[in-house]
């Protein structure tokens, strides 16, 4: 294992959005049980903290690859373009319309009933959100759109969050 390895490098799986999520959980224990501290009990202190360091590496990345947003962000970083959220929220017209419609939806709900459809429109959008990430980096290797689409997911993920926010204030 190489510290300077990127996380599909450390996980020797393919640089891409497309992951078998089996095979990253099943790599996954593989590494960790080839860093586990125990391992190196043995071999004094300093063995076990590197051993520790390896482990802590090795969960990060594993955090990544596994989360298909973490995972976009992750590749348009490593492409060249990173999501510079905190400073960079240019979305296209039509999504900023659509997050006005949500935003109102959501302050109009008084039911489960439109809690419920709103989070299956904002599901949708999130899986076709994803759809596009995966073919805006691994076909068409456009980091750029990616990343846009990246900070529309980052919305969405939000935006679920407020809905369940509103569940709790409906008393669902």
């Known amino acids: ?13 393919p640089r891409r959005f497309v992951q078998d999520r089996t095979q990253l ?17 043995a071999q004094g202190a300093a063995a076990q903290r590197v051993a520790m360091q390896w482990s802590v590496r090795i969960n ?51 039911s489960p009933a439109q809690l419920n459809a709103l989070d299956d429109e904002m599901q949708a959008a999130r899986r076709a959100a994803l759809a596009r990430c995966g073919e805006l980096i691994d076909a068409q290797r456009d980091y750029v ?3 846009r689409e990246v900070r529309a997911l980052m919305f969405i993920a939000r935006f679920a969050q407020d809905i369940d926010v509103r569940r709790e204030q409906l008393g669902q």
Not at 1 to 13: C, K, Y
Not at 28 to 40: G, V, Y
Not at 80 to 91: F, K, L, S, V
Request: charge should be negative; aromatic fraction near 10%; glycine fraction near 4%.
């Open 145 to 147: 759109g990616a990343a």
């Open 60 to 110: 990060e990345a594993y955090q990544r690859l596994k989360d298909p947003l973490k995972r976009a962000a992750y590749l348009c970083e490593l492409g060249g373009a990173p999501i510079r959220a905190e400073d960079n929220t240019a979305m296209p017209a039509a999504f900023l319309m659509q997050q006005m419609e949500w935003r109102e939806a959501l302050d109009d709900a008084t």
């Open 1 to 13: 294992m190489n510290l300077q390895s990127d996380d599909f490098e450390l996980f020797g799986v």
């Open 25 to 41: 959980d099943a790599r996954w224990k593989e590494l960790q049980r080839q860093a586990h501290p125990d391992r190196f009990a």
